[in-house]
């Protein structure tokens, strides 16, 4: 048994950075310019064309440098994310190495310019190419554009790719359907529709995943694409999905694997030789990059030579010792992000890479799927801890599907009550499941290769101290947290307009302070 540790989060009575400080106090003070380089370079305001300069100064509190450190310090102790252990399934949360957060701070990324000259900015342009390169090893695909800002983004290129590749082969009119499952991420359909397409999505048979019988009734000479995860949220692999591929290819559609959940087949298989046509890889969750308030993303989508023509630029290419940018010919469909999307999120991933090496992948990817099967076992020890598809033998990949729809039955006590009392005790809240929930009250813990068994051990018997709580004090887990930041919050006033407020100016108004 592990032995949990007393946990009380810091709270600190924090006003608004707005009603802190003083008339006159000041952080910084700069000095008075010399008179030489007054007489030479005028008046600094005349610097500004009339049309950009302000009216009014800006309404922003004065502080020293102490009160704005020592403010943000006690937000930031208010805050748990990724200061617990957070498992946090199907994002794949690992540690961001701070020296890769470092070097992309460095001025040659940071203060780079979209539109300066390839011949400028040669070192960096070389980050992106060894990424591709690197990609293209784990994937089998001869292109990868990084232009994408997360999964969704990837998704929504495929979709726009797969409509222009039918257009230009005069289909455009005709496959106007993409396939996929009711087990793949809600990217997939939400893009395809948001593109134009009617989504035809299947549902699970007693494997964990649709059958084979399912995708060929699907597939006509209306499919443009397969649009599939693989291994899915619970954890199963789709071992027949090489005959999936081929089934669609032979009706004439493109096939896409997003490989959000690539964490745990890392180094074990490659999407071109399961014969798909593109790819996705997520840099802010398999690539050690920073995701959510951390983030922001970004989507490395690859494919294969025949849809590279259709790819939105910039795209970088080698010449000799050279590395060129190509803005994409008359076929790509144009750009999905601004310039070069988050491009200071590809260096990160490109250092991760190089430093885990082939051998670090490999065994990462092996440690992931074993910390989650340690887990699996030791989670069903819990009384009211069920998975999905029961009794469907052999591992999971890197997570699997828990459901505490037997624990609620007893108790009353929700998945979403859980997770406040978890956070009682020092760990972050765990993902739940994307929607639609077929599993009641489901959890999907994810250790992924960067959590310790100490740690794994931890949140297991946090878990089932919650579970025990949930039978003899139902209401204080339900009343959850209270050693938290906040207590719990109701929902009443969330649709209310009155009653919040996104700007300082608006928080002035409806207060009535102006």
Same mark, same amino acid.
């Given at each position: 048994?592990?032995?949990?540790?007393?946990?009380?989060?810091?709270?600190?009575?924090?006003?608004?950075?707005?009603?802190?400080?003083?008339?006159?106090?000041?952080?910084?003070?700069?000095?008075?310019?010399?008179?030489?380089?007054?007489?030479?370079?005028?008046?600094?305001?005349?610097?500004?064309?009339?049309?950009?300069?302000?009216?009014?100064?800006?309404?922003?509190?004065?502080?020293?440098?102490?009160?704005?450190?020592?403010?943000?310090?006690?937000?930031?102790?208010?805050?748990?994310?990724?200061?617990?252990?957070?498992?946090?399934?199907?994002?794949?949360?690992?540690?961001?190495?701070?020296?890769?957060?470092?070097?992309?701070?460095?001025?040659?990324?940071?203060?780079?310019?979209?539109?300066?000259?390839?011949?400028?900015?040669?070192?960096?342009?070389?980050?992106?190419?060894?990424?591709?390169?690197?990609?293209?090893?784990?994937?089998?695909?001869?292109?990868?554009?990084?232009?994408?800002?997360?999964?969704?983004?990837?998704?929504?290129?495929?979709?726009?790719?797969?409509?222009?590749?039918?257009?230009?082969?005069?289909?455009?009119?005709?496959?106007?359907?993409?396939?996929?499952?009711?087990?793949?991420?809600?990217?997939?359909?939400?893009?395809?529709?948001?593109? *134009?397409?009617? /989504?035809?999505?299947?549902?699970?048979? !007693? #494997?964990?995943? @649709?059958? %084979?019988?399912?995708?060929?009734?699907?597939?006509?000479?209306?499919?443009?694409?397969?649009?599939?995860?693989?291994?899915?949220?619970?954890?199963?692999?789709?071992?027949?999905?090489?005959?999936?591929?081929?089934?669609?290819?032979?009706?004439?559609?493109?096939?896409?694997?997003?490989?959000?959940?690539?964490?745990?087949?890392?180094?074990?298989?490659?999407?071109?030789?399961?014969?798909?046509?593109?790819?996705?890889?997520?840099?802010?969750?398999?690539?050690?990059?920073?995701?959510?308030?951390? *983030?922001?993303? /970004?989507?490395?989508?690859?494919?294969? !030579? #025949?849809?590279? @023509?259709? %790819?939105?630029?910039?795209?970088?290419?080698?010449?000799?010792?050279?590395?060129?940018?190509?803005?994409?010919?008359?076929?790509?469909?144009?750009?999905?992000?601004?310039?070069?999307?988050?491009?200071?999120?590809?260096?990160?991933?490109?250092?991760?890479?190089?430093?885990?090496?082939?051998?670090?992948?490999?065994?990462?990817?092996?440690?992931?799927?074993?910390?989650?099967?340690?887990?699996?076992?030791?989670?069903?020890?819990?009384?009211?801890?069920?998975?999905?598809?029961?009794?469907?033998? *052999?591992?999971?990949?890197?997570?699997?599907?828990?459901?505490?729809?037997?624990?609620?039955?007893?108790?009353?006590?929700?998945?979403?009550?859980?997770?406040?009392?978890?956070?009682?005790?020092?760990?972050?809240?765990?993902?739940?499941?994307?929607?639609?929930?077929?599993?009641?009250?489901?959890?999907?813990?994810?250790?992924?290769?960067?959590?310790?068994?100490?740690?794994?051990?931890?949140?297991?018997?946090?878990?089932?101290?919650?579970?025990?709580?949930?039978?003899?004090?139902?209401?204080?887990?339900?009343?959850?947290?209270?050693?938290?930041?906040?207590?719990?919050?109701?929902?009443?006033?969330?649709?209310?307009?009155?009653?919040?407020?996104?700007?300082?100016?608006?928080?002035?108004?409806?207060?009535?302070?102006?």
């Amino acid at each position: 048994m592990t032995k949990l540790r007393r946990y009380q989060a810091p709270v600190w009575d924090e006003p608004l950075v707005m009603e802190m400080g003083a008339p006159g106090r000041r952080g910084q003070l700069f000095p008075v310019t010399e008179k030489s380089v007054a007489a030479k370079v005028g008046d600094a305001a005349s610097l500004l064309p009339a049309a950009l300069r302000r009216a009014e100064l800006p309404v922003l509190p004065e502080m020293s440098e102490p009160d704005v450190l020592r403010h943000y310090l006690h937000l930031s102790q208010q805050t748990l994310g990724m200061v617990g252990i957070s498992l946090f399934g199907t994002c794949t949360m690992k540690y961001n190495p701070r020296l890769h957060e470092r070097l992309a701070a460095r001025d040659e990324v940071a203060e780079m310019h979209p539109d300066q000259h390839p011949d400028t900015m040669q070192g960096l342009l070389e980050f992106v190419y060894g990424l591709d390169e690197a990609l293209r090893v784990l994937s089998g695909m001869d292109q990868f554009t990084f232009q994408a800002a997360g999964g969704a983004d990837a998704a929504y290129t495929q979709a726009c790719i797969t409509r222009a590749y039918h257009a230009s082969r005069g289909e455009g009119g005709q496959r106007n359907q993409i396939i996929t499952s009711i087990q793949s991420h809600p990217c997939n359909p939400a893009t395809s529709a948001t593109a *134009g397409f009617e /989504v035809v999505t299947l549902m699970l048979d !007693e #494997k964990g995943y @649709p059958s %084979l019988d399912a995708l060929r009734a699907a597939v006509s000479d209306r499919t443009a694409a397969l649009m599939i995860n693989n291994p899915d949220d619970m954890g199963i692999y789709n071992p027949e999905i090489k005959e999936w591929v081929d089934i669609v290819h032979k009706a004439g559609g493109l096939c896409f694997y997003d490989h959000a959940n690539f964490n745990g087949v890392m180094s074990k298989i490659r999407a071109r030789e399961l014969g798909f046509d593109a790819c996705m890889f997520m840099l802010h969750k398999t690539f050690g990059v920073p995701k959510g308030g951390g *983030g922001p993303a /970004v989507g490395a989508y690859g494919c294969t !030579e #025949k849809l590279i @023509p259709f %790819l939105p630029g910039p795209l970088v290419r080698k010449a000799g010792d050279r590395f060129t940018v190509d803005e994409g010919g008359p076929l790509s469909i144009g750009k999905v992000r601004e310039y070069w999307g988050n491009i200071h999120q590809v260096m990160k991933a490109y250092g991760w890479v190089r430093s885990m090496g082939a051998e670090g992948l490999h065994e990462a990817s092996d440690t992931s799927v074993l910390l989650n099967n340690y887990m699996e076992r030791e989670l069903l020890k819990i009384p009211g801890v069920t998975r999905s598809h029961p009794d469907l033998e *052999g591992w999971r990949m890197e997570m699997t599907r828990f459901s505490l729809g037997e624990l609620f039955e007893e108790t009353g006590v929700g998945i979403a009550d859980v997770q406040n009392r978890m956070a009682d005790y020092g760990v972050d809240a765990f993902w739940m499941a994307h929607e639609p929930w077929f599993i009641p009250h489901p959890f999907t813990p994810e250790a992924g290769e960067m959590w310790s068994k100490e740690d794994i051990d931890y949140w297991i018997e946090v878990l089932r101290k919650v579970c025990e709580e949930a039978r003899s004090d139902p209401e204080m887990v339900k009343s959850a947290p209270h050693n938290q930041v906040v207590a719990k919050l109701t929902a009443d006033n969330l649709d209310d307009p009155d009653r919040w407020a996104t700007t300082w100016r608006a928080h002035l108004r409806k207060t009535g302070k102006r």
